[in-house]
C-alpha cells in the first residue's frame, strides 16, 4: 500500500472552474502537509502548506485537511490555463521521518480555455 | 536571494562512464535530498543526508553514491553500474517545514 496516494489524473476542467485535487496518506500519525506544483520540465515548487485541521486559503488556492479521515485537498478557484501542471502531495510523518517528505505520484491538471 | 543551484542542466554520459551532478544550497540546511523523476512519474528518492559526514540510502541507491563534506554541497554520482540512468534528477534541501528544490539536471545516456 502507498503511504500517499492521490486521485489518478489526468484531471481536466474548463477556465473558470473550480479544480479539486486529492490526496491521502496511511500514516495516522503526520503532522505536515504540502501540496507542490511541477510545469513540464521544471522543477516542483511549493504552493501550499497546512498543518492544522480544516482550510487555508491562499488567494485561489484552498487546502483542506482532515486528520481524522486522512486526507488532504487543494481547491483551485477560478482556474487559468497557466494552472495546468502537475501537482505532487507531499506529508511528513514525524517521529523516525527525521524531517524526510513523503511524495504522492502526482496528479496532471490541464485547464482548457 | 538564497536558494539551490544543481549544475548542470543537461549531461549526456557515454555507456560505461561515472558522471558527477552537482548540488549547492545556501539555505543554511541541514538535510538534503537527491531524486530521481522518470517521464510522467513521480519522485523517487535516491540518497539523503541529515547532517554533513552523514547520509543514507533512499528507495533507489543502487548504482548512485554521494558524499557530504560540507553542509552547503551534496553532490551525485552515477556511476555504470546504474544501467537506465537516464532521467531527471531533483536535489532538494530542507525538512519539516517544506523542501526547496534545484532547477534539476536532465541526464542522458548517449
Known amino acids: 500500500q502507498k503511504e500517499v496516494e492521490q486521485n489518478s489524473g489526468p484531471l481536466s476542467v474548463p477556465e473558470g472552474a473550480i479544480a479539486s485535487l486529492n490526496c491521502t496518506y496511511s500514516d495516522r500519525g503526520s503532522q505536515s502537509f504540502f501540496w507542490y506544483r511541477q510545469y513540464s520540465g521544471k522543477s516542483p515548487e511549493l504552493i501550499m502548506f497546512i498543518y492544522s485541521n480544516g482550510d487555508k486559503e491562499d488567494g485561489r488556492f484552498t487546502a483542506q485537511l482532515n486528520k481524522a479521515s486522512q486526507y488532504v485537498s487543494l481547491l483551485i478557484r477560478d482556474s487559468q490555463p497557466s494552472d495546468s501542471a502537475t501537482y505532487l502531495c507531499a506529508v511528513y510523518a514525524g517521529g523516525t521521518s527525521y524531517g524526510k517528505l513523503t511524495f504522492g505520484q502526482g496528479t496532471i491538471l490541464t485547464v482548457h480555455p | 536571494d538564497g536558494g539551490i543551484t544543481q549544475s548542470p542542466k543537461y549531461l549526456f554520459r557515454k555507456e560505461g562512464q561515472n558522471v558527477t551532478l552537482s548540488c549547492e544550497q545556501n539555505?543554511?540546511?541541514?538535510?538534503m535530498y537527491w531524486y530521481r523523476q522518470d517521464p510522467g512519474q513521480g519522485l523517487r528518492l535516491i540518497y539523503y543526508?541529515?547532517?554533513?559526514?552523514?547520509?543514507q540510502k533512499g528507495d533507489i541507491a543502487e548504482g548512485y553514491s554521494v558524499s557530504r563534506e560540507k553542509k552547503e554541497s551534496f553532490p551525485l554520482t552515477v556511476t555504470s553500474a546504474q544501467k537506465n540512468p537516464t532521467a531527471f534528477y531533483l536535489c532538494?534541501?530542507?525538512?519539516?517545514?517544506?523542501?526547496?528544490f534545484g532547477s534539476g539536471t536532465r541526464l542522458t545516456v548517449v
Open positions: 539555505l543554511n540546511h541541514d538535510a
Open positions: 532538494a534541501s530542507g525538512a519539516s517545514g517544506g523542501y526547496t
Open positions: 543526508s541529515q547532517i554533513v559526514n552523514d547520509f
